[in-house]
């Protein structure tokens, strides 16, 4: 025991457990699944002076993901006022938000309640988490005549979540795009529909792993590619049709006789397109770009990286984690949205952070937090909720620095024995519904998983999350939609309700005079779900072993929703494939 500790009495007690800790078979405590425990993974246990976790690594991270925002949007309430505030929390979760600039210039300290240290400490942090309000969108940047949550600078866009755009519907994780719809994962993106995962893209439609391409349609991992149509796995290509060379002449007289305004035509292209996907395609076994020594999906020029997805340039020893983005972040376990982040473990949302356990959402320039949600530039606080410039809080209570420690001794010794400390909260502190969490969306969690995650299964319309009500003789069946928008005003504004997605929605006219400018049918699907839709076509953050097909040879990859049974090359097969394209 290091005698300059400041919590003595968790520290003997979180050593003799990590002393007795050896590698071996477990069973996750929620979901049943086995796991491997490493020397690895205790030395993480080790590195944070935590305990071994209860539940598995996947188990860890769906948690962690319970409490992500993929691309929902709600009506909810002014904390004060009860006026409606668009928001990407749900109402029923029961978190009160206000508008950003009220939120920031508030401060919750105010909020501090008295710390029952016998008493279960995640209903107390519950209880608290449910009293101070939320800033209902967290934008980085004040968006202009937008309607953007997590806006990077958002400009006449409407919809658009974790995006710099301008001009532009219903976007998620786009940066630098304009007069476009549909956009996941993108950057650099102009006059575009359905682009997923892609850069340096111009006047293109239905596109899915693409780069530096032009006037495209229905295209899969094409490079440097202009005036194709159905097109798989191709590089520096012109005039194709569905993987077919034309001459100029013939591949315009085709494209003549396309029309994509039609939803029965663009329906009819889109199954082909689907079916050349499934026959003619062949994918690699990830996408990762200079992932020196690591594994997972979407890394590029990271080093040292288990397990990882969608882990940016310039990252280190990084395991179990995702959306490591922006800043480069190291040394971090089990996090999610680490942005310039460090020596992080188990939580969600660390921005310049560093010796952060168990955040529960977005923090910023903290140091030495633990189990804190929207907390900005704090120190040596645990369990605080919405705190500014604060150290030595305790569920938003000031303390002295000797009192702190004293009672932060005692708090950790408690939960540790309830079997509480070591783990985060259950997804009902989330704000989210467990269908549009990034647990459900990039990680597959079935809603039973999501269920022993802790999560409430309330209705997606609960406590007026669509807002106002509608009579539903009034709603309109995506049947009725026109096969073919010939009058805006026909369609605008008017109520649809989409069965698969149990919400309605509706066309508003900018939306709608932007499909006929990109030559496109209006989709017949509630946002939501098109975004949800385009994420599914990405490669999951949900990894298996398998098979090089040309080879034999075995692969670790991660799987696929919309295309379960994708043709695989290991990197080496992959790229001669390529040269004989």
């Known amino acids: 025991m290091d005698d300059m500790s400041n919590t003595p009495n968790y520290d003997a007690k979180v050593k003799a457990i990590l002393d007795g800790l050896t590698p071996g078979e477990r069973v996750c405590a929620i979901t049943g699944e086995k796991w491997m425990m490493t020397e690895e993974e205790i030395g993480w246990y080790r590195k944070f002076n935590v305990p071994p976790s209860k539940y598995s690594p996947s188990a860890r991270i769906k948690l962690v993901m319970g409490y992500f925002v993929v691309f929902d949007m709600w009506y909810n309430k002014h904390a004060d006022t009860g006026a409606p505030i668009i928001s990407t929390t749900h109402p029923a979760s029961g978190i009160r938000v206000l508008p950003d600039l009220e939120w920031f210039n508030r401060d919750f300290i105010s909020h501090g309640q008295n710390l029952q240290a016998s008493n279960s400490f995640f209903d107390q942090l519950y209880a608290l988490s449910r009293r101070v309000p939320v800033a209902a969108t967290f934008n980085y940047k004040v968006p202009e005549n937008s ?9 006449d866009s409407y919809f658009v979540l974790a995006c710099k755009s301008k001009r532009s519907f219903f976007c998620g994780n786009a940066h630098d795009v304009e007069d476009s719809a549909e956009l996941v994962a993108v950057e650099n993106v102009r006059q575009s529909y359905a682009v997923v995962h892609s850069q340096r893209i111009f006047n293109c439609r239905f596109l899915l792993e693409c780069y530096d391409c032009i006037n495209l349609h229905f295209l899969f991992d094409c490079r440097n590619c202009e005036f194709c149509f159905g097109a798989t796995n191709q590089r520096n290509k012109k005039y194709l049709w569905f993987n077919e060379q034309l001459s100029k002449e013939e591949w315009e007289r085709r494209f003549a ?49 288990r397990d990882g997805y969608y882990i940016m340039r310039g990252c280190r020893n990084l395991d179990n984690s995702c959306y490591a983005f922006g800043l480069p972040s190291h040394d971090c376990y089990t996090v999610c949205a680490p942005i310039g982040a460090s020596d992080c473990y188990y939580g969600i949302g660390q921005e310049q952070c560093s010796q952060v356990r168990f955040a529960l959402s977005i923090l910023a320039r ?75 969306v990039l990680y597959g969690a079935s809603k039973d998983e999501c269920l022993k995650l802790g999560a409430v299964d309330f209705p997606v319309g609960a406590e007026g999350s669509e807002g106002p009500i509608v009579d539903s003789a009034s709603l309109h069946s995506l049947d009725s939609i026109p096969d073919r928008i010939d009058s805006i005003e ?77 043709k695989l090359y290991c990197k080496s097969c992959y790229l001669a494939f390529i040269e004989t394209r």
């Open 147 to 155: 309607v953007a949550f997590i806006s990077f600078g958002d400009q």
């Open 490 to 566: 026909e369609v605008t504004g008017k109520p649809y309700f989409d069965p698969a997605a149990n919400r309605r929605f509706s066309y508003q006219k900018t939306e709608l005079e932007l499909y006929a400018r990109l030559g496109v049918a209006p989709p017949r699907k509630h946002p939501t779900r098109r975004l949800t839709d385009h994420y599914h076509e990405m490669s999951m953050a949900v990894f298996e072993d398998g098979h090089c097909e040309k080879c034999n040879q075995q692969i670790r990859v991660a799987k696929n929703m919309t295309y379960p049974n994708r």
């Open 257 to 305: 006789e396309i029309d994509l305004r039609s939803r029965e035509a663009l329906d009819e292209i889109q199954q082909h397109f689907s079916e050349l996907m499934q026959t003619q395609t062949v994918w690699p076994e990830n996408f990762n770009v200079n992932a020196v020594d690591s594994s997972g999906e979407y890394i590029i020029e990271s080093t040292d990286v």
């Open 366 to 440: 903290n140091m030495n937090t633990e189990y804190c949600n929207v907390c900005f530039d704090c120190e040596n606080c645990f369990g605080c909720i919405g705190l500014r410039h604060k150290k030595f809080c305790i569920l938003n209570k000031q303390y002295t620095e000797e009192e702190y420690w004293k009672v932060l001794d005692e708090l950790k010794c408690a939960m540790l024995d309830r079997g509480e400390y070591g783990e985060l909260p259950p997804m009902k502190f989330g704000t989210q519904h467990w269908s549009g969490s990034g647990a459900r």
